[in-house]
């Protein structure tokens, strides 16, 4: 599992993928979060759904992080394009047959892809946190928050949880990602799926039959990387629902993936 | 015993109602180039997918270097293969595409280089893949198949789109790796290429194995002929009606006699020929080509 890991890792750096998706989700962390701190105290909305959080809340030991949980929904969206498209290519490019005649386990050629998407979705949460906690601290003065908290145990404990939170969250959308990829085989059809029921599909549900929200796997997935909260729902609630949703996902599609013939 | 390298018995592969392969069995002993032939949608690339463990048959059982094909994990390590053409990721270079494929198998990257080298991209391994040529492309197909310095060597139409310098190379590159060893198993459309260099064949008709075995074999079973020119076009006719006489089948095609005959028989004729005052301009003997005794075999079947 580890040369599959390896091979998918060489794939995964190669500069088109790894800088381009680098640089948008960089420029997605720096604007939510400039938009966060430069429109405190205009009176104007600067956070999500139009509200307004003020420079007092911002200077509590979780205002480090909050500009990098606004981007987490978006990162999903990047993982699940990304883990689709490295999936069902292998499919469209023909090139499944070559890594199955190298390494004739099916079983570790997916789950050695998986790890190595889950690096690349590593380094991407790491980053985008990275270049949103700069940006906090530089536009901090500019909107008179106090960042003394932020870097006391309690700012460092929220950035670890929201972390792990923004990760676990990503990684649950790229294997949503990878569902689909294995299951319609092309990169095209399976994004637009996996983004459209995610961005628009669960929205227009939950907002039309608001019982549905807690099962829905999108919105649950992002209630994860909220720490929970979400419409009420828990974060662990989330956790199991979403580990059930992808689990019983990648049951399925791996199975399909071990016994369907390589025809193309 | 010879040792063999593929081995199947009553392969079978079913699609619906369709067989793409029924109840094949062939032979490839160890050390020698195989051509596999046959017309398109034959099953010649249904068997290559279920040698490779990339199909599962439906029935029939089959070994390669001597292990089963249902557990393709323990040769796979050994064998190179190009299926149905060559396969790569568009946005990497030649040699990136190379080095996925050698850390897959756990191979050394160094593999890299010196293959790029035998197959002539040693220029061009940096470029990206989307860049090739047709020729380039298949180029990259055979160094990935020599990756692991293979034992067999599975090949599926390795000549497309090369020149005929680049055919001429890959010929040499088989015959060299059968010289040392590696059995090639290469199916081709290009039967004047297979006829020089395969020793045996084995040879594909809508899902059918109709020949398996060595090149010779099948070709001198071929009746043997004499192509016979008199000096004067008149004289064609008579040349014809002498070997008729002694029970010999001729057809006239252009201004030569084509008389189905041992070539020995040619001294006999050109005697005979000079009794009855008929000069001959030339007499040769004729082997048929794998080409005309494809035809021969696969429109046989047709009937």
């Not at chain 1, 459209?196 to 807690?214: D, H, K, N, R, V």
């Not at chain 2, 053409?85 to 756990?106: I, W």
């Not at chain 2, 045996?200 to 071929?222: C, E, H, P, W, Y």
């Amino acid at each position: 599992m580890f040369r599959v890991f390896l091979a998918e890792s060489r794939k995964l750096r190669r500069p088109t993928l790894a800088i381009s998706t680098l640089l948008t989700v960089s420029g997605l962390s720096a604007l939510f979060t400039s938009i966060v701190f430069l429109r405190l105290n205009s009176g104007r909305p600067n956070t999500k759904r139009g509200q307004i959080i003020t420079a007092a809340e911002l200077s509590n030991a979780h205002g480090m992080v909050y500009g990098f949980k606004l981007v987490a929904f978006f990162l999903g969206i990047t993982a699940l394009c990304v883990f689709a498209s490295q999936t069902a290519q292998e499919y469209t490019h023909g090139t499944l047959r070559n890594l199955l005649v190298r390494q004739p386990s099916r079983m570790k050629i997916l789950f050695g892809k998986f790890a190595a998407m889950t690096l690349f979705a590593l380094v991407m949460v790491t980053w985008t946190g990275a270049v949103s906690i700069l940006t906090s601290y530089l536009l901090a003065g500019k909107g008179h928050v106090d960042t003394s908290l932020w870097s006391s145990g309690a700012g460092f404990h929220y950035l670890a949880q929201t972390t792990i939170n923004i990760l676990l969250a990503t990684i649950g959308f790229g294997a949503l990602g990878m569902i689909l990829g294995l299951l319609f085989r092309s990169p095209i059809t399976s994004i637009a799926v996996g983004v459209l029921w995610s961005l628009i599909l669960e929205t227009i549900l939950g907002a039309a039959l608001s019982s549905t929200q807690p099962w829905l796997p999108g919105q649950n997935i992002a209630n994860i990387a909220e720490g929970g909260g979400t419409q009420g729902v828990s974060y662990m609630h989330s956790i199991w629902l979403s580990l059930i949703y992808l689990g019983v996902g990648l049951a399925i599609v791996s199975t399909l993936f071990k016994r369907r013939d390589v025809a193309n | 015993m010879t040792k063999l390298a593929i081995s199947v018995q009553d392969l079978t592969k079913v699609y619906g109602e369709r067989a793409a392969l029924s109840h094949a069995t062939f032979d490839v002993p160890l050390g020698t180039i195989c051509g596999f032939v046959g017309p398109n949608g034959s099953g010649k690339t249904t068997t290559i997918r279920m040698l490779l463990g990339l199909i599962t048959p439906t029935g029939g059982t089959g070994s390669v270097l001597g292990e089963s094909i249902n557990e393709p994990e323990k040769y796979l390590p050994k064998v190179g293969a190009m299926i149905e053409g060559p396969a790569f990721y568009p946005a990497l270079s030649g040699a990136e595409n190379l080095r996925v494929l050698a850390s897959l198998g756990g191979f050394a990257q160094s593999r890299v280089a010196e293959l790029l080298e035998k197959v002539g991209l040693a220029d061009r391994g940096g470029s990206k893949y989307k860049t090739y040529s047709l020729g380039m492309k298949q180029r990259l197909g055979i160094a990935a198949a020599l990756l692991p310095n293979p034992e067999l060597l599975i090949l599926d139409e390795p000549t497309n789109g090369l020149d005929p310098s680049g055919i001429q190379e890959v010929r040499e590159l088989m015959r060299s790796l059968a010289d040392n060893g590696t059995t090639v198993f290469v199916s081709s459309h290009l039967l004047g290429e297979l006829e020089m260099i395969a020793e045996s064949l084995v040879m594909l008709r809508n899902g059918k194995v109709i020949f398996a075995g060595q090149t010779d074999q099948l070709l001198s079973a071929q009746k043997p002929i004499l192509v016979v020119t008199p000096e004067y076009h008149v004289d064609l006719q008579r040349v014809a009606a002498i070997a008729e006489s002694q029970g010999h089948h001729t057809t006239i095609i252009g201004d030569a006699a084509h008389i189905v005959s041992p070539p020995d028989w040619a001294p006999t004729l050109n005697r005979a020929a000079f009794e009855a005052g008929i000069t001959l301009a030339s007499i040769s003997h004729v082997r048929p080509s794998l080409e005309e005794k494809f035809f021969d075999m696969t429109s046989e079947e047709e009937k």
